[in-house]
């Protein structure tokens, strides 16, 4: 029998790619561990496979790529080389060959009939003294200078048709569509059923309407007719039963089906996690920088066509946090810092999603100098700049077109990475994206994201006689509270929910629907919404349900109404709308601002500073939008540390402060400040939920001037606080 020579080059083409990933990532935990036998034999036995694989099917071209390889490694192994930074680089490009030459093989294209050039540096090298190998410069650096790294390298890719079934998922599945092939043969008993109850009912239809027999019989018929409608209500009975049990049985069913169908094509995100590593150490040595990867989360599981569009957002992610976020090894130093950065990605469940997170310890993100920049470029107007909140700052990054670089490269500059991350993320897989940074401590970057595209956990909600859907996992919580625990601050609405003062406003305001609910009323529904630091209250009119829902894509004509991401079908067939988290949060803050403008009398307006500190983002803003409203300037600090950076360049007029935030908490803020001589008189206002007077007697004790209870919050409290203690 012929050779099947197409099959066997595509099983070679798929296995010897797996090899490639193999001996990569064991390359890279090699050059991050130091030498280590176990590991070295690995990839040799690797190289071995594929070098014997590709003479055997004449893929000369491969083989003696995978030789050359093969013979480096066993000089490593027979420590007759140091495994310097020349020789992986020349490994590494021996592996991205090999890529190069697969992917040809798998297209059907000839292999070259010269050996590709890797071969002769590879043998250069294995012919050098070994006591003249030196740390020389990286290729990846060279091709840098000649104009860019190797695409191939910097690629972050997945199979895209083939998918592995692990063989329990399988025989799960077979088992399940036993039961429900069990299932249908109860259907047909049913059927049986009702033709017998059809049967008699039409029987003793045919008595009713024979007039004569009736009058003849009148007796007979009766006590016959009686005997049939209990027989039929009898039968009607067993039936109902039936069919509620069968429906929960299906029901139950129908789920597991689902879920195991959609378990086949979820895949763990280390299959992008794990190609991470290659790319951060290529941009690195490219920028000169020394940075240590580490990774959280890899088993976490998501569809694969999410997995598909999340390699180029965490490519671009990964080349700001190398570019712009860690820091050259000498000013490391000088900081205070290691010298070398860490970036550390990690991914887990959350709320019926994943959120995946990529953090690095480098030198933060400058509002003041986001907002240079947007004025600089055009996309801002100082006077448009003066009034951003901290978060509409960072959300400055998303600009098409925006970059902090002061020079296009290879690696960044352009302006189009994080503009592309928001578009997939919210747009494409209907997440979200936040950013959160320190300055001189690091970014974080989370990414919130729904398990499958295939179906998504909704919350049915009503507004103005209308029914419209948020993704689940954006919702914090769902609450009914008094309407006169709503506080109104400078003209806005919000609530005090654990910690926080969350902004509120109404569903049907939001929409402009005619109709809307009326804060008079005694208690108010309100659904908490969550993107990143963000928070906001929903006021709806009822909950209907929450259900997995099949969201579409937006028709064209309406695709360009920000609030609408998608539409679903309910179960009467009628068509909902599903709402955008990110632009609901957004557009209540614009309306916010349109509406809670309030007019203070120029004798009530000051031009003295205050620094307000707390972790929570919308606290800051709200007491800053009260304190610029009296005519104060206002800086902000989200934690005790970042207060003190900022205390220590300016003396500020007074100091709001939380008790409770990461790093440094206020008491220990305030009793710093007490400490610094410059800071011995200025007010520190300690505004928090802390009531003990066992607290009280604390913020007296590290010397505030003033406790105010978030709980009780009133802004002409706090306004008349200030006006007392600094004028």
Do not use: W
Request: proline share 2%; with cysteine.
């Amino acid at each position: 029998m012929a050779l099947n020579i197409t099959l066997l080059l595509a099983r070679f083409a798929e296995e010897a790619a797996k090899h490639c990933d193999q001996m990569e990532k064991e390359l890279l935990m090699l050059e991050a561990s130091g030498f280590a036998k176990e590991i070295i034999d690995s990839v040799f036995r690797t190289a071995h496979t594929i070098k014997g694989a590709a003479r055997m099917l004449k893929l000369v071209a491969i083989s003696e790529v995978a030789h050359r390889m093969e013979d480096m490694l066993e000089r490593i192994r027979k420590e007759q080389s140091i495994l310097s930074i020349e020789v992986m680089d020349l490994l590494l490009k021996g592996i991205d060959t090999i890529r190069q030459l697969i992917a040809d093989v798998a297209a059907g294209t000839p292999l070259p009939d010269s050996l590709p050039q890797v071969c002769s540096e590879l043998e250069k090298i294995l012919h050098k003294d070994i006591e003249k190998a030196r740390y020389s410069v990286p290729n990846s650096l060279k091709a840098a200078e000649k104009g860019g790294l190797d695409t191939k390298r910097e690629a972050i890719a997945i199979q895209h048709d083939v998918v592995q079934i692990r063989a329990e998922r399988l025989d799960e599945l077979i088992q399940l569509m036993g039961e429900i092939v069990s299932f249908q043969y109860r259907k047909k008993q049913q059927t049986d059923i009702i033709h017998d109850i059809m049967r008699v009912s039409a029987a003793s239809l045919a008595l009713v309407s024979d007039q004569n027999y009736h009058n003849e019989h009148a007796e007979y018929v009766r006590k016959e007719l009686t005997e049939t409608i209990a027989t039929m209500h009898s039968q009607l009975g067993k039936m109902q039963d039936s069919l509620r049990n069968d429906a929960v049985s299906e029901r139950l069913l129908t789920t597991d089906l689902q879920e195991q169908a959609l378990r086949i094509r979820m895949l763990p995100i280390a299959t992008v996690f794990d190609n991470i590593n290659r790319v951060i150490r290529d941009f690195a040595r490219t920028t000169g920088k020394e940075v240590e990867f580490q990774m959280e989360g890899g088993d976490t599981e998501l569809d694969r066509k999410i997995i598909e569009q999340l390699g180029d957002c965490l490519l671009h992610m990964i080349r700001n946090a190398v570019d712009h976020g860690i820091e050259l090894p000498q000013d490391r130093l000088i900081a205070g810092k290691m010298r070398h950065g860490v970036i550390r990605l990690s991914a887990f469940y959350d709320s019926g999603g994943v959120t995946i997170t990529l953090q690095d310890d480098g030198a933060g993100i400058s509002s003041d100098h986001l907002k240079m920049t947007a004025i600089k470029k055009g996309l801002l107007t100082e006077e448009a700049g003066s009034k951003l909140t901290e978060m509409e700052l960072l959300d400055l990054i998303f600009l098409p077109g925006f970059s902090t670089s002061p020079i296009i490269t290879d690696i960044s500059g352009r302006g189009v990475g994080m503009n592309v991350v928001k578009q997939t993320i919210t747009e494409t897989l209907k997440g979200s994206v936040r950013i959160q940074t320190h300055a001189g401590k690091g970014t974080t970057v989370l990414l919130k994201v729904p398990i499958t595209l295939a179906l998504s956990r909704m919350l049915i909600v009503a507004a103005a006689n209308h029914t419209f859907v948020v993704p689940a996992y954006s919702v914090q919580e769902v609450i009914m509270v008094p309407a006169n625990q709503v506080i109104d601050v400078v003209g806005k609405q919000a609530l005090r929910v654990r910690e926080q003062i969350v902004p509120l406003e109404e569903l049907a305001i939001i929409l402009n629907c005619p109709q809307a609910v009326k804060l008079e009323q005694k208690e108010l529904l309100i659904v908490v919404l969550a993107s990143g630091a963000e928070r906001l209250g929903l006021i709806v009119e009822h909950v209907v349900s929450e259900a997995d829902m099949v969201i579409k894509a937006l028709p064209s004509v309406v695709k360009h109404l920000p609030l609408l991401s998608g539409f679903t079908i309910g179960s009467n067939d009628e068509i909902i709308t599903v709402l955008g988290v990110e632009a609901l949060i957004r557009q209540a803050r614009q309306h916010k601002r349109d509406r809670g403008k309030i007019l203070v009398p120029d004798d009530q307006k000051h031009q003295k500073s205050v620094l307000v500190v707390d972790d929570s983002a919308n606290t800051r803003d709200i007491v800053k939008s009260i304190l610029e409203s009296y005519g104060y300037q206002v800086d902000l600090a989200e934690d005790g540390m970042k207060a003190i950076e900022k205390t220590d360049r300016k003396v500020y007029d007074a100091v709001i402060t939380d008790v409770e935030m990461p790093h440094l908490d206020g008491f220990n803020l305030t009793l710093h400040l007490r400490q610094d001589e410059r800071y011995g008189q200025i007010p520190v206002i300690i505004v928090t939920s802390r009531e003990k007077a066992e607290d009280k007697r604390r913020g007296i004790q590290v010397g505030a001037n003033a406790y105010i209870i978030k709980g009780a919050f009133d802004q002409n409290n706090l306004i008349e606080t200030l006006r007392n203690l600094i004028g």
